[in-house]
Structure formats: C-alpha cells, structure tokens
C-alpha cells in the first residue's frame, strides 16, 4: 500500500476489502481498538468548511485513543500569510503522525503527500477526489448489501461536477456484475473521462437517462447527490438546475423493498425529509460508518508502531 | 545554402516544417554557448519539408520533451564527423514544465513554484493528464 490516500485508485480491491472488513470488526469490538492509536496524532488541515469529514476524522482518532490538532479554515492558518501547501505541511509535520486534508484546489493533497514522510489523506480536493468519502459509501453498500459485486447502482443527480459519483464509480468498476444506471440531466451528465476511461474501458454495463422513475424499479443502490452552488462559476446555471430531481415517498412506490438509498450529504432538498423515516434511508447510517473506515484507514496508514 | 558539417554535436532531424524555433525553446538551446543552426523548411524525401536543428556540442538532451512533441523526431550523434549514434526519443511517462494545466481549480493555478507535470494515463490515445488534478493535457505534439 502506498504511504498516503490521495485517490480511491491508490487502493486495490484487496486493500478496500481488508479496510471494509477491518472496519466491520471495529463496530463489532470497539472495545478492541480505544487505545490503538494512544499517543499518535491527526493533524486536520482544513482550508474550507466541512462538518462530517472533519468530524469523522477527529472523533475517528479520539475514538482510537490518540488526540487531533489542527485548523478549520484557511482563515485560522498560516495560509492567510500567503504559505503554501508544502510549507505547512512540512511545518504539521513536526507536530503530528498523520494528515488528513481538505483544500479547494485539486490536487493540494497530492502537494502535501509528496512533500512529507508521514501519511497524508486526502478528505476532499476541490471537485476532484474524495476517498475517505468513498470509503463510507463501500462500507455502506457491504452492510447493507451483504456484497459489493453483482447488483445495480443508480446515480442520480450532478454526475457532472459530483466527485463523489466519480469515485464511487471507478472502486465498484473492480467488483463483478455490477451495472450502473447514471440519472441527470443533459447538463450535468457523467463526463467523458469516466465514460471512457473507467466504464468503457472497463467494458461495464451502465445506462444514462433523465427519469428517476424510470430507472427506479431496477436499482439495488440509489446514490442521490446535491447539486452543488460551490462547483458552479455561474449562479444562473445552479438555480436552473438546482430541483432537477427531488426524491419523494411517491418515486419510492416503484422501488425494490430491499433499496439502500444513499447521500453523501449534506442534502439541501434533494430528499424529502419523508424519506428520513423510510428503512430504505440509510445516509444517516453511513455518516457513522465514515468514522469507522476512517478508523480502519488510519490504523492501517499508521501501520507499526501502534500500540 | 550551406550549413557548416558537424565534427562533433547533434543533427535533431525530421521536425515538421515550421515548428524548429518552437522546440529550439521547448529545449532551451537559447541557454546554450555553442552554434546552433535551425534550418527551415529544408527537402525532404519522407515528408516534403521538414526543419533541422544542429547543436555544435554533445549536448545532454532531454529526450522525454522530444518523444512528447513528436515521435518522427530523430536524433543523430556526431562525433568526429562521424555519426555514431541515431536516437529515437519514446513516448516518456512523465514530462515537467513543457506544458501548463489550464484548470483553474488546480493547485498549480494558485501556487506558481510548482511544476506543471503530466502523466501518460493512455498509450494507445496519448493521454497525458495534470498529476495534481487528472486534467486532461492540452495537445502540444507535432503531427
């Protein structure tokens, strides 16, 4: 495995598996693990807002037994000085054991990672990668699916700018008989990359279309995501397409009894809060699974040395 | 015209007509004391025109820009007028500030002292991509 987690790619299916299984045994024996970390810390570089990740990463390593330092905003650093990415992070590095970054520009982890010895973990780069965010989603599916392979994914929403989706289509590519159906509007269809480069090449089975209702009764996974203000340079795009597609109890009367509806949140009105109490939601379940594969990254990047 | 023989240097042959001054820069032969020569539009059987370049010097080239610009390029090695060596630059996996990621939400477009590098994501199609942000890179070669 490589020092740092960057891109979802930098694990390979063997590694993701091993990151899901350990997690699972964390929320079967918590017990086993309080004190696993004592004595390390997490260094949380957070150069915009964010609750759940920052959060998880923090309670992550408090739940571990180490303890956490860091800034939330660009404003509360040496970044406002005019630092850059490389000098701060060679600078945490005197102070800390681990990493976990979120930046605005793309590829500000990569930056950090290449220039420190201890691991770096991207928590969100802009609209590029976000694995830890990933990672929920794989441990979310394997609970609730029993699996990772043979099923249908349905992806619905920004699939343009959304990094999520991105992700999370290239880690389920690896597993067998998994089909995805891509729900968007014409404007923010899949881009052509991951298109070609992940699903054709891959030659995986996938369908785009612009009813959710249509593709509704086949789907095992619905993943729904935002459409997002802070990905567009043009205000006037976002409030077109901001209510393309708002789930409600009456989409769900098509869907399958066992569907697992995910959101990698936060939600603005994307899911009808209705929905909340639905068993088919599991959003909520998967912010606490975040903490736990959080908890399974950082004690397989911390590697030896732990107690 | 004539151009002096090399007793000992390097021929860079077979660029596309037109294009010699763009990789006189690309290699920074400016930075260079001894004679260069860039021949514009000379004969050739295989391509109609083409331009050459002769360095008066053995010179450390870097093959990696080369086999990213153009992969028809050659170069030959003289030495004591004799060509001892014919180099064929390969397409290199990486190459580091000879083209720049336009993606305004790349690091690279806010932190100025970093390198603009490209990795090659796709033999077959020559995709090179940002490393920093998987941009797709802009289109430099000579074809």
Redesign the interface.
Known sequence: MTKDLIDILDLSREEIDELVAKAGDIIDHPEDYRSKCAGKKLATLFYEPSTRTRLSFESAMYELGGNVIGFSSATDSSVSKGE???DTARTVECFADIIAMR??????P??AAKNVQIPVVNAG????NHPTQTLTDLLTISREKGRLDTMTIGCCGDLKFGRTVHSLIAAMSRYENVRFVLISPEELKIPE?VRT?ILEKGNITYEETDSLETAMPDLDVLYMTRVQRERFFNEADYLRLKDTYILTPDKLQYAKEDLSILHPLPRVNEISVEIDKDPRACYFKQVRNGKYIRMALMLKLLGGGLT | MIIGTIVDGLVIDHIPAGRGMELYHYLKLDRLQCEVAIIKNASSDKYGRKDIIKVGEVIDLDLDILGFIGPQITVNVIRDGEKVDKLHPELPETISDVIRCR?P???????Q??PHKFKL??RETVTYR?????T?APKQRFH
């Not at chain 1, 930046?103 to 500000?108: L, N, Q, S």
């Not at chain 1, 780069?125 to 590029?128: I, K, L, V």
């Not at chain 2, 940002?130 to 998987?134: A, I, K, S």
């Open positions: 850059s990415v490389a930046h605005p520009k793309e590829g500000a990569y930056v780069d802009g609209g590029h990359n480069e | 993606n939400r790349c690091i690279t477009s806010v932190e002292e970093l994501t796709d940002c490393v920093y942000c998987d797709k």
